[in-house]
């Protein structure tokens, strides 16, 4: 993929101004309250305000990015770095957060200056949101609202990621991702365009995401266990997919077929 500057979405820019205008009290409250309505293992508000990392770090964000707007450099810097010692979730002041994000478990979270990230959206542990360049300006990336990133996953670069998007467990992104699209795999993919979202307006079944790795594998499976028997001079068994389609009947099979790039044509 080919990595692409995108503007900052129009709902992360609001959730932004949303923010600015609101006290620090309000939007811990509203950053509390998502917990107990995102997270069953959430039994009451005493363990969200006390034994929830995620929400502490962002309390300490919220302080440390109004001194950040107001021209305060180095204090805010140190309000970060105690945070992160203490929670070890990593946010620059200069981040900009909209209202009510989840931090799940919050072990390894590192959200970059130039991040923003809209309203209602869900980071789970160790998701980076990182740069790419070494020039101060905009290099980090832009996250609409109601976005769920998986554990482990990467967004580098100063991209945008559409509204109800889904980042997979584990993936790298470095490319744009559409309004309420899944993606999948290094670097990320998308797998499911269309929108999931629930009643709640989340789609939590990170269990039903598709996986093109596995999926292609078992097509090359299917088609070494199809070239053995067809060498012995057996009968093929029958595709899997439709006639005249590959395995799956998805197109998972075109990397398969396609010639290797060490190879000149004759």
């Not at 995108?6 to 309250?33: F, I, K, M, Q």
């Not at 300006?137 to 509204?163: F, M, N, S, Y």
């Not at 299917?222 to 899997?240: K, Y």
């Amino acid at each position: 993929m080919v990595m692409s500057a995108v503007p900052r979405t129009a709902s992360a820019a609001a959730a932004a101004e949303r923010a600015a205008g609101r006290s620090w009290w309000a939007l811990l409250r509203g950053d509390a309250r998502c917990v107990l309505e995102r997270d069953p293992a959430a039994r009451s508000r005493l363990e969200v305000w006390t034994i929830y990392p995620g929400l502490h770090a962002l309390a300490a964000h919220r302080v440390a990015h109004a001194l950040w707007r107001r021209g305060w450099r180095y204090l805010p810097r140190v309000l970060s770095f105690v945070a992160r010692m203490v929670t070890q979730v990593d946010i620059h002041p200069g981040a900009t957060i909209g209202p009510r994000l989840f931090i799940d478990h919050g072990s390894g979270v590192v959200i970059g200056e130039t991040a923003e990230i809209g309203a209602d959206c869900t980071l789970y542990h160790g998701v980076t949101l990182g740069g790419t360049s070494l020039h101060a300006g905009k290099r980090h990336p832009t996250l609409g609202e109601r976005v769920i990133v998986g554990a482990g996953a990467t967004i580098l670069g100063p991209i945008a990621v559409g509204d109800g998007a889904r980042i997979a467990a584990n993936s790298v992104v470095i490319d744009a991702v559409p309004d309420h699209a899944t993606v999948v795999g290094i670097p990320a993919r998308v797998v499911a365009p269309r929108d999931r979202r629930t009643a709640h307006g989340y789609d939590l079944n990170h269990h039903l995401i598709p996986d093109p790795v596995g999926k292609a594998l078992a097509c090359l499976l299917d088609r070494v266990a199809r070239l053995e028997q067809s060498s012995q001079g057996g009968p093929l068994p029958p595709r899997p997919g439709a006639p005249g389609e590959p395995c799956c009947g998805d197109g998972c099979m075109d990397a398969v077929h396609a010639p290797s790039p060490s190879r000149r044509p004759e």
